[in-house]
């Protein structure tokens, strides 16, 4: 009983993703064995430091980790155990355990050598095992390390704590250049640098286009596509003007898939939000999903590559802008560039919803119009989790139906019960009084 | 005289006694690294947040994956236990204190609440500018929601307060380095806790009283002596079960154990930078510990000094931080041959769990073995 009510049809940019995403692959190995060429683990989600250092390509342990759980459960499972006997339970993050239990054995997935780091430079996040991680290659080797720091506070804006916190990050950044600079032989190129700031709000334009589009009905392309590509620009950087061009394309695409009608979907009935990353080892649950009719069109975390955005009276997304140093003056210098870069409008920075503005996730559930939300619990990876009850009470409250499933960290599939899944998105969807559409 | 058993277990009497005899606010904190001597030269009383051993029906519907003390903290604001709290402050820390700070506030809206940023990053050269910068937004919070001025004089009283306490804890930690220690385990771990409910002033009196009739004890019998790594603890149960078992825990390196007396606040004519410049020096948690790893060299110093024989790592089920280091702490144990034995706890402790494993454990331990060569524990005492 398959009550197709719209064409469906795969994206067309899908080719260009995958190239994108083998060429940031392609780029690790080639850094650990390129001479002269640097390889560090940290965050590249804030600033792209392969553009002042041409030679430096910078990873996290997420999306290696993420990628892992995909694609291997053996190796991944035998990443785990190799971090496991070394003293790491199951509260930790399952990317942290994956990414550095390929580091104790020495070898990849594709059973090459594993890529080991020549610096670590910071990972300020939120999560606290972000904060850590940088540690199990400085454990390897006597490596270069720095720190830095993702400041808040709670309650109104306040200008005093906001200059110290951007004084203290801005400090971090420059002493972390200078030092890779002298230690590594290597010059920052300045210009390139401040040429390239406007690349990441022009990225985040065409996100943004895309997560507008995502609020019609039918959704035009659904969370399964966007997790497919949400990473290139942030977590995965590749050649900014090449990613420029792909958010582009894609944003056209799905506007071109509005324009006609077609769907992610081609039953949808029931629309859906998450809260954070999936079950990267399970992710058939979308399609499993979609018998029923159900599309999941996303979650903050996965429409994170919009930038800061709110929900305005008219009923769509806005971005957030804020007066960003110097004002009226041209950026000219480094500092200038990472006083423009850290003047980012607090409270509406990756994760920042959870503490300060915590009516965003009904804000979003009420922006692309959803019936359900399925909220994973993870035991490990604190940051995965802090706050999901809470965020599924109030949707509950707003009269989204919310289901709950538990598992370990969406990179460690060890605790989570997939029949059991299933049955549960079953016996969730059969209580709404819908049933699937196909076998 | 009131002991400190007698406090902690009758805290929250003890803390509704303060505020009627004083008139004054009680201020709650959930870690360590919270300046306390802000808070105490506002005239408050800072009272640290700690776990029970209650039944839990309240937290399951707000929280997951929390470690069961943050739980149970917010289990104990549920219940009205801290009823006599005005105010809650959280720091830049635990993710799951977070939880537990942010989680209270929605149930209690109307309590004072302030958020403290203390850098993770130490080192830096603008950490200790940044600290400053917080801790005078916090006095000015402070000043505006008391209606009181925090002078230069009420901040050297305060950090005078607190350094005689840190130094007097500090003498009792001393006392547990003899052969034969004249206090055991359990004893001093109910100090330390009784210590950061009570008002210091008031404690420093029972501290020195306490020391003059401490010191002239008989020492406890020669025993296995242990140290005590991991999550922080909230009780004295597990001490307690070590000593049934003819061992002591004679030295620990938790955060509200020697990780919260180990420095003190140096004068400065910058109050609240030197008070920022001890909190940032202060030996690093095991989430602070974040770059150049410093809780390794520090448990070994303190595993010398203490002559321990052997290592309990007790750990709380879903403690993400001492999860994350527990790699780097078993490879120090492994690589110096130090007998050790990790177990996970809840906020009751497994006993016969437990029991059995210390019991692995001291069998392991033939005390003198892994001591520097000569050392003796031959002329002992026995108490």
Known sequence: MNKQRWETRPLEIWGKAKEL?????????????????????????????????????????????????????????????????????????????????S???????????????????????????????????????????????????????????????????????????????????????????????NIL?????????????????????????????????LLTKVDPKETLDFWTSFADEVQWRVDNHIAAVATERFRWMEAHPSPWNFLKYFRYMEKYGAVCIGSQYSHIISGPIELGEDGQFHHIQRKKP?????????????????????????????????????????????????????????GCTLTRKEQGLRLSEMGVHVLHYEGSQPGDRTDLDERRFLDQLDTWMESLGLEKLEA | ??????????????????????????????????????????????????????????????????????????NQFARGRYDYIDGLVSIESCQWWYNAFDTTLIMFPDLFSHYLFTPDYLDARTSKDVMRSELSVFAERLEEWLGTKITDEKLDDAINVYNKNRALLRRIYELRRFDTPVILGSETMEIMLANQVMDKAEANVMLESLLSDIEKREPYQDCVR????????????????????????????????????????????DRLMAIGLRYLGKPHSALKDSIWRRRQERIFQLYEDWQADGVII??????????????????????????????????????????????????????????????????????
């Open chain 2, 226 to 269: 242990l140290m005590l790594l991991g999550s922080e603890t909230y009780d004295v149960s597990l001490e307690r079960l070590v000593e049934s078992l003819g061992a002591n825990v004679v030295v620990d390196e938790l955060d509200n154990g020697t990780g919260c007396i180990a420095n003190d606040v140096i004068p400065l004519k």
């Open chain 1, 103 to 197: 580091q104790f054995l020495g070898y990849e997935m594709d059973d090459g050598a594993f890529p080991f780091r020549d610096m670590s430079i910071p990972f300020p996040d939120p999560c606290d095992q972000h904060l850590k991680r940088g540690q199990q290659c400085m454990d390897l080797s006597p490596i270069p390390r720095w720190g830095a720091d993702y400041p808040m506070y709670l309650g109104p804006l306040d200008p005093k704590r906001e200059q110290a916190f951007i004084d203290h990050t801005v400090y971090c950044y420059l002493q972390i250049i200078d030092d890779i600079e002298r230690i590594f032989d290597h010059k920052f190129d300045d210009e390139k640098m401040i040429g390239s700031l």
């Open chain 1, 326 to 382: 110097p004002e009226g003056q041209e950026i000219r210098t480094r500092e200038d560039a990472f006083r423009h870069i850290f003047t980012e409008a607090r409270g509406y920075r990756f994760k920042d919803d959870e503490y300060c503005r915590k009516w965003t996730i009904t804000d979003f559930a009420k922006g692309f119009h959803v019936d359900g939300a399925i909220m994973p619990l993870w035991r490990g990876g604190v």
């Open chain 2, 1 to 74: 005289m009131k002991t400190f058993k007698e406090i902690l277990e009758n805290r929250h009497a003890y803390a509704k006694s303060w505020k009627a005899k004083t008139g004054r606010k009680v201020l709650g904190f959930y870690d360590t690294y919270f300046p306390e001597e802000v808070a105490y030269a506002a005239g408050l009383m800072p009272v640290r947040i700690l776990a029970e051993h209650e039944a839990d029906d309240v937290t399951d519907r707000l929280m997951y994956g929390n470690c069961y003390c943050t739980r149970d903290m917010l």
């Open chain 1, 21 to 101: 995403r083998a060429q940031w692959q392609r780029s690790i190995n080639e850094a650990a064995e390129r001479p002269g060429a640097m390889l560090a683990h940290g965050n590249t989600g804030e600033f792209d430091w392969s553009i002042g250092f041409d030679d430096l390509t910078v990873i996290e342990d997420n999306p290696v980790g993420a990628m892992m759980a995909s694609k291997s459960d053996a190796f991944s499972r035998k990443c785990r155990l190799a971090s496991e006997v070394r003293g790491w339970g199951r509260e930790i993050c399952g990317y942290v355990q994956n990414c550095w239990g």
């Open chain 1, 201 to 233: 709000p022009a990225l985040r334009e065409q996100a943004l286009r895309i997560s507008r589009l995502m609020t019609h009905t039918p959704a035009p392309i659904g969370q399964k596509e966007l997790y497919s590509f949400y990473t290139l620009g």
């Open chain 2, 314 to 383: 007790a750990k709380q089920i879903y403690c993400h931080p001492h999860g994350t280091d527990m790699y780097a702490v078993w490879k120090l144990l492994r690589e110096r041959n130090i007998p050790y034995i990790t177990f996970e706890r809840d906020t009751t402790l497994p006993q016969e769990e437990t029991r059995l494993a210390v019991e692995g454990l001291i069998s392991q331990i033939e005390p003198g073995r892994t001591r520097i060569a000569g050392w003796s524990r031959s002329g002992a005492k026995t108490g």
